[in-house]
């Protein structure tokens, strides 16, 4: 048992509702010291609201968005900084069309799936929570990093 949980594993979960917000929210609440979020779009309440209940837990939530999200329909950019998640705008690039987490430097969260309402309910899109690979988390992080220095 100790070996296997050492072992890289994957979780997976679909939209339109087939479970890709709550295995999103499932791995939120998995976070034990930091969450780094690139998003492209993000109107998706549950999932803000998951992060801000991870920040006032104490887990450093940082998010960085494409400048669409700036005054974006639906764009819940504000109520993140309402909720005191350091949240920066990228504007480097055409789109900053990013969809990732990474949690505690361990588990990466990938996929198609924006962070929005649309997503679940309407959009055919994936999720895919990767746990334990080092090297592939690693990569994550620096562009993380990358995009985060990039944005004001």
């Given amino acids: 048992p100790a070996i296997a949980a050492n072992k890289p594993s994957l979780e997976s979960a679909f939209s339109p ?9 499932k791995t939120i609440q998995s976070a034990e010291k930091t969450i780094q979020v690139a998003a492209y779009s993000f109107t998706s309440k ?3 609201e998951a992060l801000v209940a ?25 109520f993140l900084l309402d909720n005191n998640i350091p949240t920066r705008i990228n504007s480097k690039y055409a789109i ?22 649309a997503a679940e309910e309407k959009n055919a899109e994936n999720v895919l929570v990767i746990h334990r690979k080092p090297k592939i988390i690693k990569d994550y992080s620096k562009q993380w990093r990358k995009l985060w220095k990039e944005a004001e």
């Fill in 96 to 117: 900053m069309h990013n969809k990732f987490m990474i949690i505690d430097g361990k588990i990466l969260e990938i996929g198609s799936f924006n962070y929005t309402k």
């Fill in 54 to 78: 991870a920040s006032i837990q104490g887990v450093d939530v940082k998010v960085v968005l494409d400048k669409s999200q700036r005054k974006g329909r639906g764009s819940l950019y504000k």
């Fill in 46 to 48: 549950p999932i803000a």
């Fill in 17 to 25: 509702k087939q479970g890709a917000t709550e295995l999103i929210i």
